[in-house]
């Protein structure tokens, strides 16, 4: 199962196509069978509804709400393990088109997460808070036998939703909701990086190396899946809508992707790594940071400076820039943001620093706050070489980033883990054009990240 991160969400998703593949009963069979049974009322529901006034409408639209459940830790809420959910309902045009392809004959309660394919607004997020809405109840039976397996302490707790509904169940707190609220761990063999029915590359390829499905499709669908992107997603809904013949082959390429859960041993995608480091780093590799008299302005800044070279000397000198690769291949450029993320927290931390770094670890900025208002702010952008828009970033985004969180310096560092090119000469021109013309300029620093022989190889 997985350990979830307390305080951040872990960018993983519950795949309603993978559950009745869990090794765990209360999952193989209880959620699933509770999942088909509710989509099956709804599609009932949806088969005698003529538009948003009527009951059938409303009963299925009451079916259709999904809050987000802050309590798996799970999903994109990369500051907090509090997301936005799916508001109140699916919206009305979901409905709509679900409504549509019940009225083609389709009674198949996965049509509801192969929607996510061509309808706007279905997400990841969305698909992930849909199941999980669905099968709470026997999440809270999986959690019930596991914690006690693991002698876990837990405390009675009632879970309500803002649907309505209610559970009752004996669980961990989690100290960082300021509810008290708790913890629900969740099987990682029902775990993705992204739920299949929003992987449009995994579906093009299972469906291209079909024949029998390949022969059910006209020419013009059967390109769509050598794009591997879901740009033409207009197409592909009008076909899928067609008839009922159609859209159960839509279903059948969805379901022929056969999901693998998330390697989390592995950690391909840097979703995991950073937690043992931000635990264990500064014990294995000392830092003892130079403490400012005071943490105004220039005191955050040389904290930060601090944290910078002993990144790079992480990465360059002692081969943390192996936690930037997997299977030989460099890791999304999160994983280089959460590296420089756990090395500044571990050395914030273990020198008992007044100063906080806050990631979203998406899309790129670690914010260091002070505790007391705004004037110490340092703004920290992580980039990777091979981000086709690295200068752009430096040039736009850095600075808008400043502008909208009221920061006073930002430091630019890029990791090198190949595909340069010229971008290294045309971010230093840039700078150096720009404080010639006595413009504010945010400091470029290069970290090479590519990989080094071990010593015993040297």
Known sequence: M?????NVDTRLFIDPLMLDKSSHPEIAEGSRRTYEQHFTTIIKFLSKATGPTDVAWRSAQRLLSFPEIKWTCLGYGAESVSGSGSGTNMTGQFIETARQIVSLGVDDPDLFV????????????RISDMTTNVILGDLLRFNT????ELGVPGKPMQLRLRNGKAYEATLPVNPYLPDGGPVILVPADVLRHLPVATDWSEVADAASENEQLRSRVNEQIAKLWEVRSRKDKGKLRRWALTSREEFETFLD???????RPYDLSGDPLGEMFWRRLAATLADQVPLTIKKPPSF????????????IEQFRF????????EEL??????????AAQRL??????????????DLTPEADTGNGPVDFKVSKGYAGRVLVEIKLSRNGKLVSGYTKQLEAYKTAEETLHGFYVVVDVGQMGEKDTRLLQIKNEAAERGEQVSPVIFVDGTRRASASKL
Not at 114 to 125: I, S, T
Not at 145 to 148: D, P, S
Request: proline letters at 7%; one cysteine or more; charged letters at 25%.
């Open 2 to 6: 997985l350990d979830p991160t307390l």
């Open 314 to 321: 992480l990465v360059e000198d002692r081969r943390f820039s």
């Open 325 to 334: 690769y997997h299977a030989g291949e460099p890791r999304p450029e999160k």
């Open 114 to 125: 192969a929607m996510a394919l061509f309808e706007e607004g279905v997400g990841p997020d």
């Open 340 to 353: 420089f993320f756990a090395a500044a927290h571990a050395y914030c931390k273990a020198n008992d620093l």
């Open 296 to 307: 105004d302005y220039a005191g955050v800044v040389s904290v930060v400076e601090q944290i």
């Open 253 to 259: 390429m969805i379901k022929g992707a056969k999901p």
């Open 145 to 148: 036998r596991v914690l006690a």
